[in-house]
């Protein structure tokens, strides 16, 4: 496994969900106390199984005569590499150069792009086990060396499967309130991770039996091997193109945020007073779960160009703060940049509460003094 943030999902995953299957009561599964609690066993899990493999690539090389041991060499070094690139740190400068994943810190462009890397590398250790199943069952003999690195190289692709389809998972958790154009491909790549597993489960269920029973069932193995080679080879295509849609989406989502025009324009310094006041309650409410829904998403896009309206008119040079504020959260939240927002709205508060408390002392007691002529004049745009 990667050193990289999808590696700290590893077998625990698996074993947490087979603990959940076995419940009588469908609980909802809390992906990210999943996640966290897989961090831990990487590392072992790691040198076990790069040990295995290695070892059964010396035994069985060492066991068969030079014929035989060329013709599984690249399956074997295929398994060996798997391994290695694994173990091998991502540099820092890559965006998911992260030691633990936390995906609720993630942007959702990150997140995807996070969950493509996932997908490729159950594709790369899925065909692995495809490849390596064919190469060894294909003189119809399976020795010991053969089978330890079968059994080893299914747990692995299995457990590449399985931390793809948990930050799947996320992605839903996170965003399938509000990324609605992108979920109907999404839910086709997971479909396509359930069929691996399903292969998968089916390889490891025959190895699990010993290695007289997978020697027997040498056919039945070469069958589901082929299957999930060629599930993995559409999902890699799907998670691609995914991936390159959520990207447009969400550039196209965070300007469309900031083109609402007005419907509530301000007259006067108080009414500017309720629009912004009404959009930091509208922000504060929507960030209550920690996740924005589309329909939460309109409704902040729509205080904040009232209270950018109002502020550009009569809240004079104290508001051009607040407006760049109101933009720039009003946006990160359209982008997924949930936490990045966070950062954005805190600072946005005290700022409100400084406005309000200079502006409102210029109001007159009887209430705030009123525009002639009212209406809604052309407003600056807004970045």
């Keep these: 496994m990667k050193a990289s943030p999808i590696v700290h999902i590893v077998l625990s995953v698996i074993a947490l969900f087979a603990i ?15 996640i966290a609690a897989a961090v831990n066993a990487t590392a072992t899990a790691q040198a076990a199984a790069q040990a295995t493999i290695q070892a059964a690539v010396q035994a069985t090389s060492a066991a068969q005569p030079t014929a035989t041991r060329a013709a ?23 965006a998911t150069a992260a030691p633990t994943v936390n995906y609720v810190a993630l942007t959702e462009e990150e997140l995807a792009a996070l969950i493509d890397q996932a997908v490729q590398e159950a594709v790369t250790a899925t065909t692995t086990t495809s490849t390596t199943t064919t190469a060894y069952a294909a003189d119809g003999t399976l020795t010991t060396a053969e089978y330890q690195a ?19 998972q996320g992605y839903y958790d996170l965003y399938a309130q509000m990324a609605t154009e992108t979920l109907a491909t999404l839910q086709a790549i997971e479909q396509d991770l359930n069929s ?7 390889i490891s269920s025959i190895l699990s039996q010993g290695q007289a029973s997978a020697q027997a069932a040498l056919a039945q193995l070469q069958t589901s091997a082929n299957q999930v080679k060629t599930t993995a080879a559409n999902v890699s295509t799907k998670s691609k193109n995914w991936n390159s849609q959520v990207k447009g989406d969400v550039d196209k989502r965070g300007n469309a945020a900031l083109n609402v025009q007005p ?45 950018v309206a109002g502020l550009n008119k009569f809240g ?6 607040l407006t760049n504020a ?17 950062t954005s709205f805190n600072g946005l508060e005290q700022s409100a509460k400084s406005f309000n408390a200079s502006a409102g002392s210029n109001l007159p007691s009887g209430g705030g003094p009123s525009v002639p002529g009212g209406g809604n004049p052309p407003q600056p745009p807004r970045k």
């Design 20 to 34: 959940a299957g076995c419940s009588s009561a469908q609980a909802t599964p809390d992906t990210a106390a999943t």
């Design 72 to 94: 599984t060499t690249v399956a074997q070094a295929t398994v060996v590499t798997t391994v290695i690139v694994t173990a091998t740190p991502k540099p820092a400068s890559a």
């Design 150 to 168: 079968l059994v080893t190289a299914a747990a692995v692709a299995t457990t590449e499967v399985s931390q793809a389809q948990a930050l799947a």
């Design 196 to 202: 691996m597993a399903t292969s998968l489960a089916q």
């Design 263 to 307: 419907n509530n324009m301000p007259t006067d310094l108080k009414g500017t007073l309720t629009g912004l006041n009404s959009y930091v309650d509208t922000v504060r409410g929507a960030l209550g779960d920690g996740k924005i829904s589309k329909n939460e998403l309109n409704s902040i896009s729509q205080a904040g160009a009232n209270a």
């Design 316 to 321: 004079g040079t104290q508001a051009s703060g």
């Design 326 to 342: 109101i933009n720039t959260t009003t946006k990160q939240l359209a982008r997924g940049e949930t936490q990045k927002a966070k």
